[in-house]
């Protein structure tokens, strides 16, 4: 991969980290199938108080690691 594409997936895990993590234990992105991230992600992105560029990153984050 270029090193775009890595900076993006690394401020993708950033923001998980970051975001996700004050609410609940970090899922690892195995834990739940490619199908089932988008979902997830859209149901958490209000209360992680996240835009949609955000949670982008940090889908394609996610699903990298599958």
């Known amino acids: 991969?270029?090193?775009v594409v890595l900076?993006?997936?690394e401020e993708?895990?950033?923001l998980m980290e970051k975001q996700c993590a004050n609410c609940h234990s970090l899922f690892a992105p195995k834990e739940f199938r490619a199908?089932?991230?988008?979902?997830i992600?859209?149901?958490m992105q209000k209360k992680a108080r996240l835009n949609?560029?955000?949670?982008?990153l940090i889908q394609n984050y996610i699903l990298s690691e599958l």
């Open 1 to 3: 991969p270029n090193e």
């Open 7 to 9: 900076t993006a997936l």
């Open 35 to 39: 199908d089932q991230w988008p979902s």
């Open 12 to 14: 993708g895990k950033t």
């Open 52 to 56: 949609d560029d955000e949670t982008a």
């Open 41 to 43: 992600l859209k149901r």
